[in-house]
């Protein structure tokens, strides 16, 4: 097959390529998948405004960061055991993205060790956590993270346990026993090869808003909320104190029928008023996709599924393609719109109403077909 030309080849090439159980707790999501649909659907109703002879050679894609400039606004969502997509795991994503200055966040269930992980970076890493019911396992990990020289903790808010992901549960889906969470012993580790059951023993169900000053007194780093999609929270976090916000709905593995993430992004934004930066996840897979999102007030996109699509067809070179496929696309977006710098895009350059209302069809990535024992209902 000729080589990949955008992240839905990576998809449809890695469905090919992965046992379908492993495709379908990659891929799936909660419930009956409204709401991973919607990620996608909503993005593609979204229509841009071009700009005629707009006299830009070479736009200025990078952004600011927590401090850092990133080339592109474009990052690595955590996602767990890359391992399950390529033996090389996640030490290859992190020497792929930090081939291209673009930043990794780490899953806590990755399957390699966080040192090894910063050993093979060499761009931004942030350390993505769950509480767990012993506190001290998360902040054991932020205070690795930091001696590590990772720059930003990323505390998951939407997660009390994970969502109900039936392809998972039809499919009686358990890591395989080669793959387990290097980061974690004990009881944080025990029974983690079937993460739902996990979730619900693990996790910290009590978890309230002033544990993000006991991650950043315990790491000296900045933390970020992620899985924030209402005003409401929004006003928590940074009430809190977070130094930034990530839009995201779990990729649709959460709770199902909640917003698409660009639909909730102006809610977002609205309420932060500037005061940390916002950065979205969920359905991102073109440069237009990356362009809607910032003219509705993202800083930068993190994209999680793409990642391991692309390590599962061709390892790190396989993720670096798909990041650069990204980011070009982006670049051209941005002069067929009229943007020179990141700093220009704004709500006028998309059309009136900015992005259509939910849309709860099938999802435009590759899902398995049909089967009596995998019915999607």
């Given at each position: 097959?000729?080589?990949?030309?955008?992240?839905?080849?990576?998809?449809?090439?890695?469905?090919?390529?992965?046992?379908?159980a492993?495709?379908?707790?990659?891929?799936?999501?909660?419930?009956?998948?409204?709401?991973?649909?919607?990620?996608?659907?909503?993005?593609?109703?979204?229509?841009?405004?071009?700009?005629?002879?707009?006299?830009?050679?070479?736009?200025?894609t990078?952004?600011?960061?927590?401090?850092?400039?990133?080339?592109?606004?474009?990052?690595?969502?955590?996602?767990a055991?890359?391992?399950l997509?390529?033996?090389?795991g996640e030490p290859?994503?992190?020497?792929?993205?930090?081939?291209?200055?673009?930043p990794?966040v780490?899953?806590t269930f990755a399957?390699?060790?966080?040192?090894?992980?910063?050993?093979?970076?060499?761009?931004?890493?942030?350390?993505q956590?769950?509480?767990?019911?012993?506190?001290?396992?998360?902040?054991?990990?932020?205070?690795?993270?930091?001696?590590s020289?990772y720059?930003?903790?990323?505390?998951?808010v939407d997660?009390?346990?994970?969502?109900?992901?039936l392809?998972?549960?039809?499919?009686?889906?358990?890591?395989?026993?080669?793959?387990?969470?290097?980061n974690?012993?004990?009881?944080?580790a025990?029974?983690?090869?079937?993460?739902?059951?996990?979730?619900?023993?693990?996790?910290?169900r009590?978890?309230?808003?002033?544990?993000v000053?006991?991650?950043?007194?315990?790491s000296?780093?900045?933390?970020?909320?992620?899985?924030?999609?209402?005003a409401?929270d929004?006003?928590?976090?940074?009430?809190?104190?977070?130094?930034?916000?990530?839009?995201?709905?779990?990729g649709?593995?959460?709770?199902?029928?909640?917003?698409?993430?660009?639909e909730?992004?102006?809610e977002?934004v609205?309420?932060?008023?500037?005061?940390?930066?916002?950065?979205?996840?969920?359905?991102?897979?073109t440069?237009a996709?990356v362009?809607?999102?910032?003219?509705?007030?993202?800083?930068?996109v993190?994209?999680?599924?793409p990642a391991?699509?692309a390590?599962?067809?061709?390892?790190a070179?396989g993720?670096?393609?798909?990041?650069t496929?990204?980011?070009?696309?982006?670049?051209?977006?941005m002069v067929?719109t009229g943007?020179?710098?990141?700093?220009?895009?704004?709500?006028d350059?998309?059309?009136?109403p900015?992005?259509?209302?939910?849309?709860?069809?099938p999802?435009?990535?590759p899902r398995?077909?049909?089967h009596r024992?995998r019915?999607?209902?």
């Amino acid at each position: 097959m000729r080589e990949p030309l955008t992240l839905d080849d990576f998809a449809r090439l890695a469905r090919g390529q992965l046992p379908a159980a492993t495709w379908d707790f990659i891929a799936g999501g909660a419930g009956r998948e409204r709401t991973l649909a919607a990620n996608e659907a909503v993005f593609g109703a979204v229509r841009l405004r071009p700009r005629a002879l707009p006299g830009i050679e070479e736009p200025d894609t990078s952004v600011e960061v927590l401090g850092s400039r990133w080339p592109a606004p474009v990052g690595i969502a955590p996602v767990a055991y890359h391992g399950l997509a390529h033996p090389d795991g996640e030490p290859a994503t992190a020497a792929a993205a930090g081939a291209l200055g673009l930043p990794l966040v780490v899953s806590t269930f990755a399957g390699r060790s966080l040192e090894e992980v910063a050993r093979a970076a060499s761009a931004p890493l942030w350390l993505q956590l769950y509480c767990f019911r012993d506190h001290e396992t998360t902040l054991g990990l932020a205070r690795r993270a930091r001696d590590s020289g990772y720059q930003a903790l990323v505390l998951t808010v939407d997660t009390p346990f994970t969502g109900r992901r039936l392809r998972d549960l039809r499919n009686g889906f358990a890591v395989p026993a080669h793959i387990t969470p290097a980061n974690l012993t004990g009881t944080a580790a025990a029974g983690s090869a079937t993460p739902g059951a996990h979730s619900r023993l693990a996790f910290d169900r009590r978890l309230d808003w002033s544990f993000v000053a006991r991650l950043g007194a315990a790491s000296g780093l900045p933390v970020l909320a992620k899985g924030v999609l209402t005003a409401p929270d929004a006003e928590a976090a940074v009430a809190a104190g977070v130094a930034g916000i990530v839009v995201s709905n779990h990729g649709g593995r959460q709770l199902d029928g909640a917003p698409a993430t660009l639909e909730a992004l102006p809610e977002v934004v609205s309420a932060v008023r500037g005061r940390c930066p916002v950065l979205l996840d969920g359905g991102v897979r073109t440069g237009a996709d990356v362009l809607a999102a910032l003219a509705l007030g993202a800083r930068a996109v993190l994209v999680g599924r793409p990642a391991l699509y692309a390590l599962a067809v061709g390892g790190a070179s396989g993720v670096r393609r798909m990041l650069t496929l990204l980011t070009e696309d982006f670049a051209d977006t941005m002069v067929l719109t009229g943007h020179a710098a990141t700093g220009t895009i704004g709500p006028d350059t998309l059309a009136p109403p900015h992005h259509a209302p939910p849309h709860h069809g099938p999802p435009t990535a590759p899902r398995p077909a049909p089967h009596r024992d995998r019915s999607h209902g």
